[in-house]
DNA sequence: CGTGTCATGTAATCAGTTACATGATTCA
DNA sequence: TGAATCATGTAACTGATTACATGACACG
């Protein structure tokens, strides 16, 4: 049970939704899920070839658009049992690996205001995050948008916004405390 | 610059601190900062060997508690240097892998009520986090308690706190959008 | 005609986990 | 004396990233 991939499940689901080829999955990862998922880049082909080897997906080359060697994947019924049971499973609790927490907790080697740095820069990022998730909220609300699965795709919405508002929070908290720190 | 291993400097971190054994660091790391490392278990042993090949720690067999084969690791100058060095460097952002939200972006192939368990479990393990960090909390209130460096563990407390927080809050409210859904 | 994007893939490597193996000490 | 904990390690595997390689098409 726990030795399975996640990510053949991240693909099955989107191909659940739509055909698609493995480049397409890629760019629809990276827009639709980039906060919760990691792109997987270029581990999606040998990803997509297993999956076919199980009959959990097919695919045929794609004659229009050019003749540009497209291969489209197309889940079947197999795949899709796959995914409903994936879905069914109990899910164990990501274990986080928090960089810069990690050095915060060797803070002591470092001047203070090395670490204000760190944390604007941190800052940064987040900020930049958050503005993508108003794209992301824009295509929410225009392109897809039918009753459940709009809903479910709100939910990891709100699920981004409110970590990033909570990191966010964080971030100006403990940089008031860093710049009060002894003067 | 992108091709370090970070596990490493959380163990000169801990290391900075106080000479420990293998075990003791794998101890601590799931004391101190279950919320932002994983206790990377069993592969702490050949990091340490590499560290010590590197010259950035050294060790010595303990004599004391029994002559348990108790392999006591000390940070090195090169060692302190070298973690320095990784303070100072830019710290790129985690790529978050959340399977629950996988989960959600497929979410209309299976039944709200299967959901709502899985958001249940969900919360049952936020609370089950908040708890331990009461218990972490503890810890940095008696124990250390120096100045910077209890700041700095502060900083770790509130960051876990926060997120949790966000996160329990999604959670009501996903729970709620869920059981409201269509009556 | 050259740059950018579309499109698919492989090889090498690194990071991390699981499962196993071994043996000493402590304490009920 | 048997279970729990202390203590160190190895082998095999999985998962993911980096870097590379190839080539077609679109466009200006």
Redesign the pocket.
């Known amino acids: 049970m726990?030795?399975?991939?996640?990510?053949q499940f991240g693909i099955l689901s989107l191909l659940s939704k739509k055909d698609m080829?493995?480049?397409?999955i890629k760019q629809m990862a990276s827009k639709v899920a980039p906060f919760h998922w990691?792109?997987?880049?270029?581990?999606i082909?040998?990803i997509?070839?297993a999956l076919e080897k199980e009959e959990l997906v097919e695919s045929h080359v794609d004659q229009k658009?050019?003749?540009?060697?497209?291969?489209?994947y197309t889940i079947t019924t197999k795949g899709l049992d796959a995914l409903k049971l994936w879905l069914a499973e109990p899910t164990e609790p990501t274990?986080a690996?928090e960089e810069l927490l990690l050095k915060l907790t060797a803070g002591e080697h470092a001047p203070i205001p090395q670490f204000i740095q760190q944390l604007e820069t941190f800052r940064d990022q987040i900020l930049h995050r958050q503005k993508a998730l108003v794209t992301i909220q824009n295509n929410i609300d225009s392109a897809h948008a039918e009753g459940l699965r709009k809903m479910y795709l709100q939910m990891t919405y709100d699920y981004a916004a409110l970590t990033l508002e909570a990191k966010l929070a964080w971030c100006e908290k403990s940089l008031q405390t860093l710049r009060e720190y002894k003067g």
Not at 2 to 7: D, E, F, G, L
Not at 21 to 24: E, I, L, P
Not at 38 to 43: D, G, I, L, T, Y
Not at 65 to 72: A, F, K, P, V, W
């Open positions: 726990s030795r399975v991939n996640k990510t080829s493995g480049y397409d990691s792109e997987s880049n270029a581990q082909y040998p997509l070839k658009s050019g003749d540009r060697n497209r291969r489209i274990p690996r």
